[in-house]
């Protein structure tokens, strides 16, 4: 059985103008969940963080962006993996690692993969933070801001 690594990345997509930026949210199949998040993933075989970001960005969402794009938030979130997940790691792993990232972009629609994610929408920050289920994307947001 091949295991999941317990290392991650999150990736916090948004677009500005002028005036104003907005976040884009990925909604949760109801088996999965069914809570709001950003772009999240598990690192696959030999990859870099910078590479399973860039990946996980065009699954989720349809968007091809390039590894020098992702913007490093410098938030390292470290987590319990929930027990009903758990048996997807090998014997003994209990927590993840997740590295966060943001990305830039124009806005526009997202093509969803319908075995993850059920519903976009893209929306201010106050907003967007106040439909997030996790902590951890908190943080990744909240580290956003830092962006000029």
Not at 38 to 54: F, K, N
Not at 59 to 80: A, Q, R
Request: proline share 3%; net charge negative.
């Amino acid at each position: 059985m091949q295991y999941k690594q317990p290392r991650s990345v999150q990736v916090v997509i948004f677009s500005e103008t002028s005036a104003e930026r907005h976040y884009l949210l990925l909604k949760r199949i109801a088996s999965h969940g069914g809570f709001w998040q950003s772009v999240t993933g598990s690192l696959e075989g030999a990859e870099t963080h910078r590479q399973a970001a860039a990946r996980e960005v065009l699954e989720e969402t349809g968007f091809d962006t390039c590894e020098e794009g992702l913007i490093e938030l410098g938030v390292v979130n470290t987590f319990e993996i929930a027990p009903q997940w758990r048996a997807k790691y090998a014997p003994g792993v209990t927590h993840n690692e997740e590295v966060c990232f943001a990305l830039k972009v124009e806005e526009r629609d997202a093509r969803l993969d319908p075995l993850e994610h059920d519903a976009y929408a893209w929306e201010s920050y106050d907003c967007a933070v106040e439909m997030l289920y996790w902590e951890s994307t908190r943080r990744a947001f909240a580290a956003t801001q830092l962006i000029r």
